[in-house]
């Protein structure tokens, strides 16, 4: 127990030295730019900045989703010559209403409806029902699974758009996160203005995909022929104008997947995408009868990128080619999977954090740390004597491997984020404590130092760890559970632990170890 080979110690060393150089990056500046230098950043309420949390508007998703419903099912019914005398969304209820006009035709419209019944939601089920009525109507009712999905598609889409169009702006270490189900939180240390915020992320992107004009003129002045409009092309895609018809041949909320990859014939890179079913019969249909034309992928009112054709494609996926780079692949690739499911969004609220009580939170917080380090130190140097200041020596080294940790994870440090640090130093400091408390006890049994000292650790290991193991799981219970603040403050535990038992269990036995060897006392001062 009390025995270390000296590649053990070594590497316990180690460790702590490992942990001394990745905590320097925060009090040292990086001696060259470029080079990885993590460092620990401040959160919101400690630097100062803006806050809002946003809402996915949920009946815009909704009708989106019974309009592009009505056009399919418009065009099912054509080919039967299945005509209808009503055929309406109705949001209320999340459905559309279709009433025959020959009730005879009950059959023959179901067969034709049915392959817009996709099984692409969770647990495989299907995303529509088709309730037939008795009096020659179908109702057409979204599942609920189906529209949950959606609203959690949806959100996270929205995160991939706000977040690429704040990295654009030059914003240091923004914030954003998903609360709930159709929320998202959205950070900004050190902009002060929440208007500004709402300029940055505009209004919520709509992916579109539609034919390339190619007989209209572009000449200045020039106005666009009818059923077309001039478009801004992406820099990426080549800058310019570019005119595109008005009419949505694809629309991005049938889109599933986009990866990036390369073309296993030619090696160049493409984006390989996929669409649901609906979409990839609608892709099918254009694609075959505009083979060698343009195809524009619209964002924003901005065309990101306008590939030929080469082939139909069919099937539901298929490759984008257009003399990509691996970035540019990518790029594309994570602009088609954010523009999936556009919606609206809208501020539920907004708060302004000053610089000045950043700076306050950061010197109370400061203060609150130093004493209570000071005191904790004072504490284990008065009852324990010369193994309370190797508890002392193994608490500094257990702050600098919680800051280590933290740094190698970049992680953001807030005001809850700092209690959970004076609270790892109490927890971190007991264990030392049960340590003391046993190896007294053994040593008033009259067990001589070194048998003190192996039954000490021995005992107290048990309860060390089966308390920080109950703490840990329930910390990672409040991380996975809970959100912003406290999700910081569960970080912040969980990795205090974890340095807590390396200092306690394995450090402190290493010195207390190498001090016997060198002193062979009689008597243990504890």
């Given at each position: 127990m009390m025995y270390f080979s000296r590649l053990k110690a070594a590497a316990i060393l180690g460790v702590c030295l490992l942990g001394l150089l990745l905590s320097l990056p925060n009090v040292i500046p990086a001696p060259v730019a470029g080079i990885p230098w993590p460092t620990v950043h401040l959160g919101l309420d400690l630097r100062g900045g803006s806050y809002l949390l946003m809402e996915v508007d949920m009946k815009a998703v909704i009708k989106e989703r019974l309009d592009s419903l009505i056009d399919s099912t418009r065009q099912a019914l054509r080919p039967g010559a299945i005509f209808y005398q009503t055929l309406e969304a109705q949001p209320e209820q999340k459905r559309?209403?279709?009433?025959?006009?020959?009730?005879?035709?009950?059959?023959?419209?179901?067969?034709?409806?049915?392959?817009?019944?996709?099984?692409?939601?969770?647990?495989?089920?299907?995303?529509?029902?088709?309730?037939?009525?008795?009096?020659?109507?179908?109702?057409?009712?979204?599942?609920?699974?189906?529209?949950?999905?959606?609203?959690?598609?949806?959100?996270?889409?929205?995160?991939?758009?706000v977040r690429r169009r704040i990295d654009e702006t030059g914003v240091v270490d923004p914030q954003i996160t998903r609360q709930g189900d159709n929320r998202l939180v959205v950070q900004l240390p050190g902009i002060e203005d929440p208007n500004r915020i709402k300029q940055l992320l505009g209004k919520t992107a709509h992916m579109t995909f539609r034919m390339v004009e190619e007989t209209a003129t572009l000449s200045p002045g020039a106005p666009p022929p009818p059923g077309v409009e001039f478009l801004q092309m992406q820099e990426g895609g080549g800058g310019g104008r570019i005119a595109v018809r008005k009419r949505v041949d694809v629309d991005g909320g049938d889109l599933t997947d986009a990866r990036a990859g390369t073309n296993g014939q030619t090696g160049d890179w493409v984006v390989n995408f996929k669409f649901n079913s609906n979409g990839g019969r609608r892709f099918a249909d254009i694609t075959r009868a505009n083979v060698g034309k343009r195809f524009a992928i619209v964002l924003d009112d901005k065309v990101i990128s306008a590939p030929a054709i080469r082939e139909a494609i069919t099937g539901g996926s298929g490759q984008i080619s257009g003399g990509f780079t691996v970035t540019s692949a990518n790029e594309l690739a994570v602009l088609l999977r954010a523009g999936a499911l556009p919606a609206p969004l809208t501020v539920v609220e907004e708060r302004t954090i000053g610089p000045e009580l950043g700076a306050d939170s950061i010197r109370a917080g400061a203060i609150s740390l130093l004493a209570g380090f000071l005191f904790v130190i004072a504490f284990m140097a008065f009852f324990y004597g010369l193994f309370g200041w190797f508890a002392n020596l193994c608490l500094v080294l257990n702050l600098i491997m919680m800051l280590a940790l933290m740094s190698l994870l970049e992680a953001t440090l807030t005001l809850p984020g700092m209690a959970g640090i004076l609270l790892t130093l109490g927890m971190a400091v007991d264990a030392n404590i049960l340590i003391n408390e046993r190896i007294r006890e053994?040593?008033?049994?009259?067990?001589?130092?070194?048998?003190?000292?192996?039954?000490?650790?021995?005992?107290?290991?048990?309860?060390?760890?089966?308390?920080n193991a109950a703490t840990f799981l329930s910390h990672v219970m409040l991380f996975a559970f809970g959100s912003g603040p406290v999700k910081g403050f569960a970080v912040t535990i969980t990795i205090g632990i974890a340095t807590s038992m390396f200092t306690a269990w394995m450090l402190t036995r290493l010195l207390v170890a190498q001090w016997y060897v060198s002193t062979r006392p009689k008597l243990l001062p504890v």
């Open positions: 559309v209403l279709l009433r025959l006009r020959d009730p005879a035709k009950m059959d023959a419209a179901l067969a034709a409806l049915r392959p817009l019944v996709s099984h692409d939601g969770p647990n495989n089920t299907a995303d529509l029902d088709l309730l037939p009525q008795g009096d020659g109507s179908i109702l057409l009712s979204l599942s609920p699974a189906a529209l949950q999905a959606r609203s959690v598609s949806a959100v996270q889409q929205s995160i991939e758009i053994e040593q008033k049994r009259g067990r001589p130092p070194l048998a003190a000292l192996e039954h000490g650790f021995q005992r107290a290991y048990a309860t060390i760890f089966d308390s």
